[in-house]
């Protein structure tokens, strides 16, 4: 009886300092688009939910991974904001994400208007996207909204610092034609890619966009091309 006491005791102690094991569900608004008409603002707003460096496991990563479907819908929302912009209003559900992305135009103090493809939520528990795609920026007015054919993206954020703020200030000032920010971090999900095969000692892991094309989603801009 003495020996079953001291081990219940044991596991109530260890209880107290038992790290608590991330479970990816649940989830709150995230506001930026609506709290802003300010671009490098908005942007700035959405870096601190980038997800961190070796966040996922395997069963987070594969629940945040888009099916065909939402591949599809993903790219059908952004050439259409290439193509026909956006309308004025209220952040709209982007069909099939109507859970997890919404298209909201903004017009800023210099009176640019931009189309903005972001996510609508985090988790819960962890502040955090819970989707992780990262976000599309586009001329709200595509004929005559961009002068240069020009692209920016930032697939580095946290790792490479300020870079997703950097982005969107060039893509801004130079009234260029798109800009993409990835939603994780390079080492989110810490597993090797299969995709580039690096000289040892570096690594490339799964959740970086540069080095992997699974992950990259958020860079197919141009799916034709």
């Known amino acids: 009886m003495a020996k079953v006491k001291l081990l219940a005791s044991l596991a109530l102690l260890l209880s107290f300092f038992s790290p608590v094991i991330a479970v990816c569900v649940g989830s709150l608004p995230i506001t930026c688009v609506t709290s ?8 700035n707003c959405l870096d601190k939910y980038t997800v961190t460096a070796s966040f996922y496991t395997p069963a987070c990563y594969n629940s945040a991974q ?6 599809v819908a993903w790219n059908t ?10 309308s004025p209003g209220p952040p709209e559900p982007v ?29 819960a528990d962890f ?22 054919d020009l692209h920016f ?14 982005a969107a200030a060039l893509f801004r000032r130079t009234q260029a034609r798109s800009l993409v920010i990835t939603g994780r971090h390079r080492q989110a999900y810490a597993i090797p890619s299969a995709c580039v095969i690096p000289t040892p000692p570096t690594v490339y892991y799964k959740t970086d966009a540069a080095h992997d094309d699974v992950s990259a989603l958020q860079m197919r801009l141009y799916p034709e091309a």
């Open 127 to 148: 502040q955090v996207y819970r989707r992780g795609w990262g976000l599309v920026v586009t001329p709200a007015d595509p004929v005559n909204g961009a002068i240069r």
């Open 95 to 123: 069909p099939g994400l109507l859970e997890d992305y919404t298209v909201t135009r903004i017009t800023d103090s210099f009176g640019y208007s931009f189309c903005i493809l972001s996510e609508a939520k985090i988790f």
């Open 66 to 71: 888009p099916s065909a479907a939402e591949i």
């Open 36 to 43: 802003s008409t300010d671009l490098e603002t908005i942007v």
């Open 77 to 86: 929302a952004i050439q259409s904001m290439l193509t026909s912009g956006c």
């Open 153 to 166: 993206s930032a697939p580095h954020p946290i790792y490479d610092a300020d870079t997703p703020q950097q």
